[in-house]
């Protein structure tokens, strides 16, 4: 299930020289480079990306603002600055689970403006960087530790990329960066 926070701006303002540039060249491609996919979309890829992962049980990601995953990122993980995707796995470690949790796989919360940016990094679209943090978070959902288990989630992680069509993932872009 896909939710959008009521607070998310479904197409701001560019806020970075790329992302201007991109918007001022006027075509409708570059219009919908930055535009936030259809909840549909998110949830067939969602649906796929669960079953690729063979994760069952349900998931919601929460579409939402930096504000709000900061809070999330302060209130769960004690770190107090907005990220680009949090996993919540419904095993009772988080509010929410408890009752009914084993028909439950978790949630993810994604920050809109977070994976807006990394987008234009990245050289691809806002629809494409919101699938790979779900599919990060999904295997975040599956038990997988990227910090924790010497390399077993990047190399699945770069598998279900392959799989599904995606470009370079988290991991693999924290490690580049790590090199330089």
Do not use: C, W
Not at 31 to 57: C, D, K, S, V
Not at 82 to 95: E, K
């Amino acid at each position: 299930m896909i939710l959008l926070d009521p607070d998310l701006e479904a197409h701001p303002a560019p806020s970075t020289t790329s992302a201007k540039q991109m918007a001022a060249s006027g075509t409708p491609a570059a219009e919908n480079y930055l535009r936030l996919p259809a909840a549909r979309t998110l949830a067939r890829f969602l649906a796929e990306a669960q079953t690729a992962i063979r994760l069952r049980g349900q998931v919601t990601v929460l579409l939402t603002t930096d504000a709000a995953i900061r809070k999330l990122n302060r209130q769960f993980r004690h770190k107090d600055k907005p990220t680009d995707v949090l996993s919540f796995p419904a095993d009772g470690s988080f509010p929410a689970a408890g009752i009914g949790a084993e028909k439950l796989a978790g949630d993810l919360a994604i920050s809109v403006p977070t994976a807006r940016k990394q987008a234009i990094e990245q050289g691809h679209s806002l629809s494409t960087e919101i699938k790979v943090l779900i599919l990060h978070g999904l295997l975040h959902l599956a038990g997988h530790d990227h910090e924790a288990d010497e390399g077993k989630m990047a190399r699945r992680e770069r598998q279900l990329r392959a799989k599904l069509g995606l470009p370079q993932g988290l991991i693999a872009r924290a490690a580049k960066v790590k090199k330089l």
